[in-house]
């Protein structure tokens, strides 16, 4: 069964540091992506990566705070939070591409599977 589980996620104040972890068994990934979702909005991008791990992608409001990496022996792929903000208050997914047809995804059909979700919460 192929299926993906996060976890890492809890409560910091701003301007501190998570790090998510998303562990992936049962299939090889091509891509792997972040997503968040606060309560009453969409789900939105935040980052991804590729087969190839120099190939990463992030949304501007993350750019240079967040980081996306991956263990390919391990089949976890990370996502290193640093400054953050309240704003950042959300539920993180990860999201899973089998096919390499979209070298980057950064829409949630480009997806084929996701995980359950954690829980960030920034406090001011």
């Known amino acids: 069964q192929v299926q993906l589980v996060e976890s890492g996620g809890g409560l910091v104040q701003a301007g501190g540091s998570l790090r998510l972890s998303c562990a992936v068994s049962?299939?090889?990934?091509?891509?792997m992506g972040w997503f968040r979702q606060a309560p009453g909005k969409e789900r939105e991008f935040v980052a991804t990566i590729g087969w190839n791990a120099d190939n990463t992608y992030y949304a501007d409001s993350v750019k240079g705070r967040f980081t996306i990496s991956r263990d390919d022996a391990k089949d976890t792929v990370y996502l290193q939070m640093n400054s953050l903000k309240p704003e950042d208050t959300a539920d993180y997914y990860c999201?899973?591409?089998?096919?390499?047809?979209?070298?980057?995804?950064?829409?949630?059909?480009?997806?084929?599977?996701w995980g359950q979700g954690t829980q960030v919460t920034v406090s001011s």
């Open positions: 999201a899973a591409r089998f096919f390499s047809t979209v070298v980057l995804p950064t829409k949630t059909y480009e997806y084929d599977l």
């Open positions: 049962g299939r090889s990934t091509y891509a």
